[in-house]
């Protein structure tokens, strides 16, 4: 998960990144040429929906909610239509959410501590290191909460920071990051019932977030490989990994990423292509380092993992001249992707999309009748 100061224009990384660097969002095929996923086994079966996505979920702190500053869920048609606000909590800002495809209900991550003009999902906006609530929303917008820091009965692990929850294609299941005290960040499971709850990753001594359920019933992560200062140089720090739920010692890291000149290989909040072909990621944009944490961009670029006989890299979307900083990217369909920038002349976030086949500057951005000031973030299609 990434996470965005719109007062100071920095961006950090979750466990134990403080600064803020230059960024690009990145897609890679997942599949190499002989047909095989990264992970070297057989690729599982993809069963993407043929469901037209003509509607759109997002974040947005705009005023005329219950607590000023709150971010809620909204709704609107995929033109900026129609935008209806479907939450309105006053003791809960919400940080993160996924949609169930089969039942459309809602999973959200939700904190009331920290700076709620932070978001989504605050290093600085939640509690510690992620946020302090994970909860179905039922039609009505009444939450059953799975995870709840702040009661020891809705908490048995002794979570200290909970965030980035995502369905199982079947709806069955959730996975989710979890950090206990004195502990990395690993990748929990549970059934959306409340029952089952497990890690799938023990590892003490690396930091395991952001993971999404891809269409084909695994699991897309990020790993770190080093803590605290160490991010700040290693070039290889942050990578994608990718798993099945059931036998986590299958997770590989997505490999022969290729290194772009001037950039580094640190990635963050990977998705799968809903035809399980590519993935998209958003990769800082140069080595991190002291000269860029007051820098902070982003480009969007195609590159290809496996690269035999694949296109060369492409940029998308350039993260200078002007200046241009990207949030978590999402697929409309494998074709056309989702993603918000930071619009100076809004003073806020704006909801873009564009096609993997574009071109700088080729985006359009979504007018969702944000008022200037306010944040329209993590957009979804549906």
């Keep these: 998960m990434i996470y965005w100061s719109q007062k100071q224009l920095l961006v950090a990384v979750t466990a134990g990144l403080f600064g803020a660097f230059m960024l690009q969002i990145s897609v890679a095929p997942a599949v190499a040429s002989n047909g095989k996923y990264a992970t070297g086994k057989s690729p599982y079966r993809c069963t993407p929906s043929n469901r037209p996505r003509l509607k759109l979920l997002f974040l947005s702190n705009r005023p005329g909610g219950a607590l000023d500053g709150n971010y809620d869920l909204y709704r609107a048609n995929l033109d900026g239509s129609e935008v209806v606000r479907i939450t309105d909590f006053p003791d809960y800002s919400v940080r993160w959410f996924d949609r169930d495809i089969n039942s459309g209900r809602l999973v959200v991550a939700a904190s009331s501590d920290g700076d709620l003009s932070v978001g989504p999902s605050g290093h600085h906006g939640g509690a510690k290191n992620g946020e302090q609530a994970i909860a179905i929303l039922a039609a009505d917008s009444t939450m059953r909460f799975l995870v709840d820091i702040r009661h020891r009965d809705s908490n048995p692990e002794k979570f200290v920071g909970v965030w980035h929850p995502t369905f199982s294609p079947d709806g069955q299941r959730i996975v989710y990051a979890g950090t206990k005290h004195g502990q990395s960040a690993n990748i929990w499971i549970q059934n959306t019932d409340g029952s089952g709850l497990r890690r799938l990753i023990d590892d003490p001594h690396r930091t395991h977030q952001d ?29 994608i990994w990718i798993m099945d739920p059931d036998e986590p010692s299958s997770a590989r890291p997505v490999v022969n990423e290729d290194l772009i000149a001037g950039s580094s290989r640190v990635e963050t909040d990977p998705a799968m292509s809903p035809d399980c072909a590519w993935i998209i990621s958003i990769r800082a944009a140069e080595r991190i380092g002291l000269r860029t944490i007051f820098r902070p961009a982003s480009d969007n670029v195609i590159f290809p993992v496996i690269g035999i006989g694949q296109e060369p890299i492409r940029v998308l979307q350039k993260g200078v001249n002007p200046l241009r900083v990207h949030g978590v990217p999402s697929w409309i369909d494998s074709e056309t992707l989702l993603s918000y920038r930071w619009e100076a002349g809004k003073k806020g976030w704006r909801v873009i999309r564009y096609r993997v086949d574009a071109k700088d500057g080729d985006v359009e951005i979504l007018d969702l009748g944000a008022p200037v000031g306010a944040e329209d973030l993590l957009p979804l299609a549906y």
């Design 211 to 239: 993971p999404r359920f891809t269409a084909d019933g695994r699991i897309v992560f990020v790993r770190h490989d080093k803590k605290g200062l160490g991010q700040l140089t290693d070039p290889n720090g942050l990578n």
